[in-house]
């Protein structure tokens, strides 16, 4: 089942979607992209937002015998760690509290690494009394979506609210809570990945969120 040509694509009809939602513009809005396909959809909602675009860099911490398979993830809020488990899978796994804390540790460091790279020395855009908007190319497990926008909720924004073109039912249920507004152009069920909604869903490179970033003023 394929819903969008590409990011950039969704980026656009998840951009309309949200204008009609959102009435603040410029100077009250940041939209932040979740790197790195999420900066590829993140940059046209900001287009038709008027608002910032930065990023926030959310870490997966995998399994010990599997990577890509999330028990975990990590953010950052100011420098204040922010780590939620997926408490079932760790369970079922005996993965232990250790491992987990040496992980997010290992995850920071990236984290830190990433943004130093994306902002290439331009501040981070203020969060406090704004309209934040967290884009993604799509959520799965949604992990990674819920530490960065608990991270962002420590930081005072008037309204959050996390955007995506793609996710499954379970997992946007899942997301619910106070405070957080979830706007999805798409549930479709059963969902088994992202990349199958998208007709092209390559690797996204570094030079591509930089240009995607780039001229913003934060």
């Known amino acids: 089942m394929r819903l969008f040509r590409d990011r950039a694509e969704a980026g656009v009809r998840l951009g309309a979607h949200l204008a009609a939602r959102i ?12 790197p790195r ?3 590829i959809v993140a940059r046209p909602v900001a287009d038709a937002l008027q608002a910032t675009l ?7 911490i995998g399994a010990p015998d599997n990577p890509e398979l999330a028990v975990a993830a990590v953010a950052l809020a100011d420098g204040e760690q922010i780590v939620v488990q997926d408490a079932e899978t760790l369970r079922v796994l005996g993965v232990t509290s250790e491992y987990v804390e040496r992980e997010a540790a290992r995850q ?7 943004l130093a790279a994306y902002r290439q020395g331009r501040p981070a855009a203020s969060i406090a009394g704004r309209t934040v908007v967290v884009v993604d190319d799509g959520l799965a497990t949604g992990l990674t979506a819920r530490a960065a926008v608990q991270a962002l ?4 924004p ?3 609210v996390l955007a995506v073109p793609v996710a499954p039912p ?3 249920r899942d997301l619910a809570a106070p405070g957080l ?4 152009l798409e549930m479709p069920s059963p969902f088994r990945a992202v990349g199958r909604f998208y007709d092209e869903f390559e690797a996204v490179e570094d030079d591509e969120v930089l240009a995607a970033l780039l001229g913003n003023r934060l």
Do not use: F, M, N, W
């Open 23 to 34: 009435a603040a513009r410029g100077a009250g809005v940041v939209v932040l992209g979740i």
């Open 37 to 39: 396909g999420g900066v």
């Open 54 to 60: 930065d990023v926030i860099v959310p870490r997966k």
């Open 108 to 114: 920071r460091h990236e984290i830190v690494r990433r």
């Open 153 to 156: 909720g420590r930081l005072g």
């Open 158 to 160: 008037q309204r959050l």
């Open 170 to 172: 379970e997992s946007v």
């Open 181 to 184: 507004e979830i706007e999805v």
